[in-house]
């Protein structure tokens, strides 16, 4: 191939070659001119650039729009520089911190000097940046050296920029320019303004510079953008149902849980219609885990620092840990569980394994700790007290890949049957360039990488892969699901891990009479019972399927008259194991339908005095109104009928 030539490997596996110095945008104007007025950056040799940047050597490009995550990052970035430049039109002399995009817009920090500012001034702002996105401005990078890089800030007088460059080294430094505004940056951006067409600025907040309490407090505007007006209406819509549907909120209303500043930050109180969902969702999993081969233990809440120490979590995890806990001896220290699977490894050990036992999985729903600071707590899916459906599958090397395969039928089993139906995977790889973040050999983490990578293709999932995400002690794979409001959630991870085994010299005597060492995989469907609650709640908006509900029916009697008869009725449902309460208020029977609905109590069943004479029920469901009248003798049979009919729904 000529020397001025360059091959480009396309997702589809297709290679064509292009004069050097070519960019995505001309590689996609070579597949049609639609797809290159929609491409907003590329990824080109895994990492994301502008699209108008040459391509100097071979590469592997993937062109990125909207629809992809690097394309929506690379929009939201641009976003926050069009921000800048409208807030620098405004406010002269105005400083910047940071500007990155976030899970969904964008935010830059500010430093509005003696200037004022409040969150009225934000429409002003949207519709100078409307002005100068219609301009259709081009972001235009320049490579520049340190020195002038010091210079111009210098000149401007930016303390922040000049503190951001200190940490830079001479011939890595880049300015994008659009319009006119210049800000330091590595990049990417869009091609121009002008594909900004729908502009939100959303909330302002507070933000330490650099996160430092000790420095200035700066002015962080947030904001999100969309390449159609459409979009944004559509967004700002789902924005206020999710605002319906916050968990926190529900979980108020439902009385499932609540927190308490005596008992301390982040440390859920589950109420009993809480601990009855809680419960529901434990045993549903129990069950298809005894299924599945699964034995349960159950493990101390604390274990001691030298536990930790070996498995490496102290050292990686330390900072994130409770104080430790010092006992009158001498050097003797515990801390509160960060994680069950140092003491699923103690199991393990606790007499000698023969091959003939494994694949051995043990399984805790173990309650760990971890000192989140109070800045990051939020509801149930940010504490410091949770509980994981956490277990450990120990097992030859050779039976890794099957393991990881009933894992993987496991998890979709759970996800099914709860409802979430929309979900990719992620295969968590280790950052090679980065070795030293992570424990073990090449050699292990080559043979669990591959493990993964082999099992979800056979499974055919449907994967992305990114490096860096792996835990310390191994890669992994994470079901990122989308909920009824098509937010991404991570919810469940499997690990292969080759190195704590080691750590903990755990073995087994092989076929050859000689010992070895177990692979271990760790799995958690769940994650934690606290955030998957929490999820399903928003995902639910609180009407959970009949099987899971914490009260499943509720008994209204017309009158007092028919106490008697709903209390025997509520008898019988009890004695049955469903769960349900006889509303005994003195309130006319539309108030109690009203509240029943408002509470989503599945079912509400109305007696009066044709009930009580025929001994049959009424029978409401919850959002459907009138769904007849049932004699007393069936009810405990369409009740359990009904109950499997939502359990199974979803399930294939």
């Not at 699923?344 to 729903?365: D, Q, V, W």
């Not at 006889?582 to 006319?588: N, T």
Request: aromatic letters at 10%; glycine letters at 8%; charged letters at 30%.
């Amino acid at each position: 191939m000529s020397e001025q030539k360059v091959k480009i490997t396309l997702p589809d596996g297709s290679i064509k070659e292009y004069d050097k110095g070519v960019t995505s945008h001309e590689v996609a104007m070579g597949i049609s001119e639609g797809l290159a007025r929609n491409v907003l950056a590329a990824k080109v040799n895994g990492t994301v650039w502008d699209s108008n940047r040459p391509i100097l050597e071979d590469a592997t490009v993937q062109l990125l729009t909207w629809n992809d995550d690097g394309g929506k990052n690379t929009f939201w970035h641009s976003s926050a520089h069009l921000m800048a430049e409208a807030l620098e039109a405004l406010y002269p002399g105005v400083k910047f911190g940071i500007g990155p995009p976030v899970e969904t817009g964008f935010y830059y920090d500010v430093d509005f000097g003696e200037q004022e500012f409040d969150a009225a001034d934000l429409e002003k702002i949207e519709q100078k940046m409307t002005e100068l996105a219609r301009q259709k401005n081009a972001f235009i990078r320049e490579d520049i050296s340190k020195k002038d890089a010091v210079a111009y800030f210098t000149d401007k007088g930016d303390e922040y920029k000049l503190e951001l460059l200190e940490d830079l080294e001479d011939g890595t430094i880049s300015f994008y320019k659009q319009g006119n505004f210049t800000d330091l940056c590595r990049g990417p951006h869009i091609p121009n303004t002008g594909v900004i067409k729908a502009i939100k600025l959303m909330n302002v907040a507070g933000a330490y510079w650099r996160g430092d309490e000790s420095r200035k407090q700066l002015t962080r505007l947030y904001g999100v953008t969309f390449p159609k007006k459409k979009e944004l209406d559509e967004y700002l819509t789902l924005l206020e149902e999710a605002k319906k549907r916050d968990h926190r909120k529900l979980g108020k209303e439902l009385e499932l849980f609540a927190f308490s500043e005596k008992v301390g930050q982040g440390l859920p109180l589950w109420l009993p219609k809480g601990t009855e969902l809680r419960e529901k969702l434990t045993n549903f999993l129990k069950k298809a885990q005894a299924k599945a081969g699964y034995e349960g233990v159950i493990t101390p809440h604390i274990g001691s620092k030298s536990l930790y120490v070996t498995s490496g979590h102290y050292e990686k995890y330390g900072e994130d840990s409770f104080q430790p806990i010092r006992t009158p001896n001498e050097n003797e220290e515990f801390l509160l569980k960060p994680m069950n699977c140092p003491h699923h490894c103690e199991i393990y050990k606790t007499r000698p394994r023969s091959y003939k036992e494994l694949p051995l999985r043990l399984a805790e729903f173990g309650t760990v700790y971890r000192y989140e600071q109070s800045g990051e707590l939020h509801g149930l899916t940010r504490v410091r007290g949770f509980t994981q459906d956490d277990a450990h599958i120990f097992c030859r090397p050779d039976q890794v890949k099957d393991e990881f395969k009933k894992v993987i039928d496991l998890v979709l089993y759970v996800f099914k049957t709860l409802g979430f139906e929309d979900f990719t995977t992620q295969i968590s790889l280790r950052d090679p360039e980065n070795k030293q973040k992570y424990i073990g050999d090449d050699e292990a983490w080559e043979k669990a990488e591959s493990a993964i990578i082999e099992a979800t293709q056979e499974k055919g999932l449907k994967t992305i892969t990114e490096l860096g995400e792996a835990a310390f002690y191994g890669p992994k794979l994470d079901f990122m699901v989308k909920d009824a409001l098509k937010r991404s959630w991570q919810l469940g991870t499997i690990q292969v891990d080759y190195n704590l085994p080691k750590r903990f010299e755990l073995e087994y005597v092989g076929a050859d009479n000689q010992k070895h060492r177990p692979v271990m995989i760790h799995r958690a469907p769940f994650g934690s019972l606290e955030r998957f609650v929490a999820i399903l709640l928003e995902h639910t908006a609180g009407k959970f399927p009949l099987w899971l509900s914490p009260l499943q029916y509720i008994i209204l009697p017309i009158s007092e008259k028919y106490a008697d008869y709903a209390n025997q009725v509520n008898g019988l449902l009890s004695e049955s194991e469903l769960k349900g309460y006889v509303d005994h208020r003195d309130e006319k029977i539309g108030r109690k339908i009203r509240d029943a609905e408002m509470a989503k109590i599945p079912y509400m069943m109305i007696v009066g005095e044709k009930e009580a004479d025929s001994g049959s029920v009424s029978i409401r469901k919850q959002g459907e109104g009138d769904i007849g009248t049932f004699a007393e003798v069936e009810l405990v049979s369409f009740m359990d009928k009904e109950i499997e009919k939502s359990l199974t729904a979803n399930v294939k």
